[in-house]
Nanobody, 120 residues
């Protein structure tokens, strides 16, 4: 089992920045593709950003491109999401996801989330 713990959320003014962290334990992060998702009140959970196993590839939702950056430090077993130029519509609970695909199947792990509130 992989345990993921998010941190770094909080209240920020529009235009500000936050850096989310996702600390993994129980498994070696280097074997997992990692991602950030978010869920706003009354809405479904949506993809925000993803990073490949080796960190060579990243992907972003159109709504955050150019503002958010995902990165990973496998030595620290931690994934980050740098969020700049925050907007009120970025308000949501942000979840960390770890995914590993093997011949035996796909394994997904989720953290419990960290709340980001962007005030105008």
């Amino acid at each position: 089992q992989m345990r993921l713990v998010e941190s770094g959320g909080g209240l920020v003014l529009a235009g500000g920045s936050l850096r989310l962290s996702c600390a993994a334990s129980g498994r070696n992060l280097r074997n997992y593709a990692m991602g950030w998702f978010r869920q706003a009140p009354g809405k479904e959970r949506e993809f925000v950003a993803g990073i490949s196993v080796n960190g060579g590839n990243t992907d972003y939702a159109d709504s955050v491109k150019g503002r958010f950056t995902i990165s990973r430090d496998d030595a620290k077993n931690t994934v980050y999401l740098q969020m700049n130029s925050l907007k009120p519509e970025d308000t949501a609970v942000y979840y960390c996801n770890g995914r590993r695909v093997t011949p035996a199947g796909q394994y997904d792990y989720w953290g419990k989330g960290t709340l980001v509130t962007v005030s105008s």
